[in-house]
Nanobody, 122 residues
Framework: QVQLVDSGGGSVQPGGSLRLSCTTS????????VTWFRQAPGEAREGVSC????????YHTDSVQGRFTISRDNAKNTVYLQMNSLKPEDTAVYTC???????????????WGRGTQVTVSA
């Protein structure tokens, strides 16, 4: 199984920013849709942001629209999630996943990272 490596989490105050990274040495992420999922304690996993491999389109759930940006650096084989204006409700474990298409359920993603904790609190 291909393992993605996600990183960049940490603790930040409300209004702060973090940049998450997703990479691997095993596959070329350029050819996959990559979604950042998050899961808070006691809550369901939700897809936050996705970048398509086909047309480069990006997608964001309504709660992060305008605050989060997903992007690729193919030379680095890395997908980023820039998170600005962070809110306490953004606190969760964030995990990247690669699969054929954006906007699929988690079961349709082939490769996963292990997750990185994001904590937003005063």
């Amino acid at each position: 199984q291909v393992q993605l490596v996600d990183s960049g989490g940490g603790s930040v105050q409300p209004g702060g920013s973090l940049r998450l990274s997703c990479t691997t040495s095993e596959i070329s992420l350029e050819y996959y849709a990559v979604t950042w999922f998050r899961q808070a304690p006691g809550e369901a996993r939700e897809g936050v942001s996705c970048i398509s491999s086909v047309d480069g389109h990006t997608y964001h759930t309504d709660s992060v629209q305008g605050r989060f940006t997903i992007s690729r650096d193919n030379a680095k084989n890395t997908v980023y999630l820039q998170m600005n204006s962070l809110k306490p409700e953004d606190t969760a474990v964030y995990t990247c996943a690669a699969g054929p298409f954006c906007n699929n359920p988690p079961s349709r993603y082939d490769y996963w990272g292990r997750g990185t904790q994001v904590t937003v609190s005063a």
